[in-house]
Structures are given as C-alpha cells and as structure tokens.
C-alpha cells in the first residue's frame, strides 16, 4: 500500500487509539501533545514525533493548529526495497525537531501536495516525498539505541550558549541543536548533566558574569545585560545566592579569595519541571518580568 501525507489540525479533546501502520506527526504551527505508550511531550511548530504501528498514543491540538502526518503501512514503498533500512526508524516511539535543511524541505512537501496532481500520480508522488523525508531523519536520528543513548554535544552547546547570552534562551533553541523535542532534549540533558537546561544555563550566566566582574570594570548594569539578566537587580541576587556576595564586594575583593565558583550544590532547582525558559532567574520580588509563553527574566 502506498504512503499517505496529509495536512489536518488536532482538537482540543484528548483522543487516544492505536492503528497497524506506522505514523508520522510533524506540527507546523501551533503545538499539540503526545504520549506514546508513556513517552510523552509537547511537539511545537517545525517538531514532531514518531508512532510505531500498533503503539497505542494519546494526542491533542493546542488552540489553532495544523498538523502534517505520513501514515506508513509496513509495506509501503518508502519502507521496503531500496528503502527498507528506513523501517529501524519505528523500532521505538521518540520526539524530533526539524534542523534548518529539514525545515526547507517540509516547505517543499506542503508545495507538492498543493499542486493537485492526479490520484495515481499524486500516490507515487507522496512515496518518493515520504522515502525523501525518512532517510533524511534516519540520518539524523540514527537507530533506536543509538537516538536513545548518544550523548549529547555539550561542547556545541556551550559554544551557542556564550554567543547568545545576552539572548533570552530558550529550551527549544538548545533542543534544536540535537534535532530533539524539548521534553526528550530536556530529559537527556538532565541525565547527562544532572542540571535541567535552565540549572545549566544560569550557571554559564554566572560564571560569564563572574569573570566581568573580575577582569573588567564595565559598569554592573551593563554586565548584567551582556550576560543575559534582567538587571542589576537581578544579578545581584544571583551573586548572593549563588557566591554569598554581591558583584560589587566580589570586585572589591571581599571574601573573593573563598568564593566557590558556581557549582549544581548552588542552583536552585527550577519552579517547574516543564519551564520552556532559559532566561536568567530573576528575584522572586523586585524583578522585571517579561510575560509570554516561551520567555521570562
């Protein structure tokens, strides 16, 4: 039988079945959510996740959304063959996020499948998009083992979190890195590390922050913007939970011969497990706060 791509949006009840053909799931704008025989997460815009057959999944649309799925019986075209390499894709359920090149060709699919071709060729033609887009995710993703247990690049991460932290960081910018969803990215990286991202990335902010105050004398106001803090305030407060004083005593020389550096004995742990932020803690009183769904300071 041959693969089939189509573009539909998720309710906003939560349905759960199981079906005998294998399935793919990619959002391409708003989010939904899934859980996959217990292995759940949110698939946000240009995210997605994978449905082994018979794998009974739970899902729901998160307000407007529009959804691309490929239904892939086991004998489809894309899966036997030349192609049958692609069937280790669905040895596992697992959450993925689309990198830059995959992003272009999801754009490329939607166009395709607007052209109305005729039925027969329309079929053949959603074959070759689907074995297209499956090898480029295999190549990604690799086998079920080896998606499951390779570590993640922690070099290639810090490298993008120095460059970007004065940014507001985000868990999705990271997951995107390791072509990850961010609940899988977020689970992995806390096993790994023994941080959330969140823990992580305040300690990077410190530590940059930290090093300014030391070796430089720019102002503390702009430190603190150049390291990714709402304000002064904000930093000062990081300063004395984390290292017992403030930015300016560590400039002055109090205590800063016994200051520990930053370690995960000194991060608090985030206020919510599923926190999408990585924007630096700010006070729990006195602080600016940026409101939106994916951002805080």
């Keep these: 039988m041959p693969s089939t791509i189509r573009q539909i949006p998720l309710e906003s009840a939560t349905k759960h079945h199981s079906h005998d053909f294998h399935q793919i799931v990619i959002t391409l704008c708003g989010s939904s959510e899934f859980e996959i025989e217990g292995l759940g997460g949110r698939v946000n815009a240009f995210s997605g996740c994978i449905v082994p057959a018979n794998h009974e999944h739970f899902y729901s649309g998160n307000g407007y959304n529009r959804q691309l799925i ?166 000062s407060h990081a300063f004395r939970r984390s290292y017992g004083l403030s930015p300016r005593q560590l400039r002055q020389g109090v205590g800063a011969t016994n200051t520990p550096l930053d370690s995960a004995t000194h991060l608090a742990p985030s206020s919510t497990s599923g926190a999408t932020s990585l924007a630096s803690s700010a006070p729990s009183s006195g602080a600016s706060v940026k409101t939106g769904a994916l951002s805080f300071r």
Aim: contains cysteine; hydrophobic residues 45%; aromatic residues 8%.
């Design 70 to 235: 490929l239904d892939l019986p086991e004998d489809a075209p894309a899966l036997t063959g030349e192609h049958r390499e692609l069937v280790a894709l669905f040895d596992a359920p697992r959450f993925f996020a689309l990198d830059n090149p995959l992003r272009h060709y999801l754009a490329f699919v939607e166009s395709e499948l607007a052209q109305g071709f005729d039925t027969s060729a329309m079929s053949f033609q959603q074959d070759r998009l689907a074995a297209t887009l499956l090898g480029s995710l295999k190549a990604r993703l690799g086998a079920s083992e080896s998606a499951s247990q390779r570590r993640l690049n922690l070099d290639q991460i810090d490298r993008f979190i120095r460059h970007h932290l004065a940014d507001e960081l985000r868990v999705a910018d990271l997951a995107k890195l390791a072509c990850l969803s961010e609940a899988h990215f977020s689970e992995r990286f806390r096993v790994q590390t023994g941080l959330s991202p969140w823990q992580y990335v305040r300690r990077q902010r410190l530590h940059a922050a930290r090093q300014l105050v030391l070796q430089s004398r720019l102002p503390l106001t702009d430190i603190a913007i150049q390291t990714g803090f709402a304000n002064q305030s904000a930093l």
